[in-house]
């Protein structure tokens, strides 16, 4: 799922996403749960004004369970109400359609004052590449698309999918692209495999990954690859050079490089966020 982002792309892309918020209630902004901040489009805060938003943070089955519990209250602290969920396994899905009721309220308790027997809320996921968008929309109106597609005539072009009878998404997701313009984002998502390998050199993403284990989760480092405490101290170019040796890639250091990355995203080290927060503390009077 790679797209190649130019200027006229860029633009095109945001007056898609413009288009598409004015048919709805609500933004469901899609990101990965392993980097709150790096998964999101610079400009999307600005694109969707005052519309309400939710945060889904998805991947969370990949993320550090405890980071995510920070993440989510730092985007409560934002005036964000948010979801840790995991759409690919065990679905919490059902807790977005009660997130979207409890965020659009008054909205709705409107409609019912109008004597409304439903009261109808419309959303769209927006993301960038590979968070999930596609995923989250397929879980989210698994039932409803079966039964539509037993009724003729109703399948083709349709631009509301049902989630129940009272909440609809729209049926394309809002792709954005990223923050190409921080290396370290790109950095970090090309550890996570969301853009193709080739563009990040396979070592400086290594290199990145090895210093956050090794700052973040020294523990898991050690025990995956059998290391010392003292190996630690070694700078990092040393320590990749001494981990290529130790696990017998002699003096490749790509090879070595491409290992970790690969444990790394095939859970060699448990769950990890690639991200830090620090959360604002209450200020108590002047
Ligand atoms: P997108 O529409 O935002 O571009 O993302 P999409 O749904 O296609 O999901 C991208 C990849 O992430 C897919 O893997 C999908 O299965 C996986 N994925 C989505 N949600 C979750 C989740 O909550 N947890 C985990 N572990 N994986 C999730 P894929 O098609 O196999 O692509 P890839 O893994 O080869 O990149």
């Known amino acids: 799922s790679t797209i190649q982002w130019f200027p006229g792309h ?22 990965d749960a392993r980097i ?5 489009n610079p400009m999307l805060a600005e694109i969707i004004e005052h519309k309400p938003k ?12 405890k980071q995510t519990e920070v ?14 969920i995991d759409a690919q396994h065990k679905s919490q899905l059902p807790q977005i359609n009660k997130v979207v009721r409890t965020v659009l309220k008054d909205k709705i308790q409107k409609q019912y004052d109008k004597g409304l027997k439903l009261a109808k809320v419309r959303a769209i996921c927006i993301g960038i590449p590979n968070v999930g968008k596609s995923t989250i929309l397929n879980r989210l109106v698994h ?18 999918l049902k989630v129940n009878e009272e909440f609809e998404v729209l049926d394309t997701p ?35 990954a090895l210093d956050y284990l090794k700052t973040h989760y020294a523990p898991r480092l050690l025990a995956a690859y059998k290391l010392n405490e003292a190996d630690l101290d070694q700078d990092n170019p040393d320590l990749m050079l001494f981990l290529t040796k130790k696990l017998g890639f002699k003096e ?3 090879q070595f490089a491409q290992r970790l990355i690969l444990d790394i995203r095939k859970g060699r ?12 503390t209450d200020t108590v009077g002047d």
């Open 252 to 254: 490749d250091y790509d």
């Open 36 to 40: 709150p901040i790096s998964s999101q």
């Open 54 to 65: 939710i945060m889904i943070l998805n991947k969370a089955d990949l993320a550090d369970p």
């Open 143 to 160: 039932k409803n698309i079966a039964k539509t597609g037993d009724r003729p005539g109703v399948t083709k072009n349709q631009q509301w």
């Open 269 to 280: 080290f448990g769950r990890l966020t690639f991200e830090d927060v620090v959360l604002a």
């Open 10 to 31: 860029m633009a095109k892309a945001r007056n898609q996403v413009q288009e598409k918020l004015k048919l709805v209630d609500i933004v469901l902004e899609i990101v």
């Open 174 to 208: 809002g792709i954005l692209w990223p923050k190409f313009e921080d290396q370290t984002v790109g950095t970090k998502l090309a550890l996570l495999g969301s853009i193709k390998d080739s563009i990040y050199a396979d070592d400086d993403v290594a290199l990145f």
């Open 71 to 84: 993440w989510q209250a730092y985007f409560k602290q934002q005036g964000y109400a948010s979801i840790a």
